[in-house]
């Protein structure tokens, strides 16, 4: 199950338990909600259920993003283990792609951005690390391994198991997320 993947990367990372985690972490109470109308979105439910379902569904989300600050739609593709370090200003995208076992900061938007070919949404590999307020956006790929620094904006695709910073990010280094993902 996806959710006992999050709860586990937030136990890894603090040592406490699970009731704890579930009790104080906000990222954990958004992905709560996401996982469970993110599984409504995708079940084979007769048509009229399943839109009374994905309304409360978008209450529900609604009232996490007012008390957390955290938007995570339930069409969103995210992989199992995410980690939100701290809450507060994370938007996603309803059609963004995250990998397994990423790790997203504060402040950070992974969106819509471009004209013409180049409109669109990212698509993030597995074990990425988005640094804080960072920005991730338009039709793009951003590689297995990636570490994307702190304040920098996204808007190419970038290789597997490199860093980038900057506005607009560049690559610094062949430095992988090992450091920073568990």
Partial sequence: MKFSSDIKRYTDY?????????LTQQGLWALFYYRIFNAVHKAQLPKLLKRILLIVGVLCQKKVEIFTGISLPHSAQIGEGLYIGHHSGIIV???????????????????????GQYRGVPVIGDRVYVGANAVVAGNIQVGDG??????????????TNTTVVGVPAVKISDH?????IL
């Fill in 146 to 159: 990636v570490v994307i620094g702190a304040n920098s904006l996204v808007v190419k695709s970038v290789e």
């Fill in 14 to 22: 603090s040592g406490k338990s699970k009731l704890l985690m579930l």
């Fill in 176 to 180: 992988d997320s090992q450091d920073y």
């Fill in 93 to 115: 995208h309803p059609q963004a792609v995250i990998g397994n076992n990423c790790n997203i900061s504060q402040g950070v938007t992974i969106g819509v951005s471009g004209r």
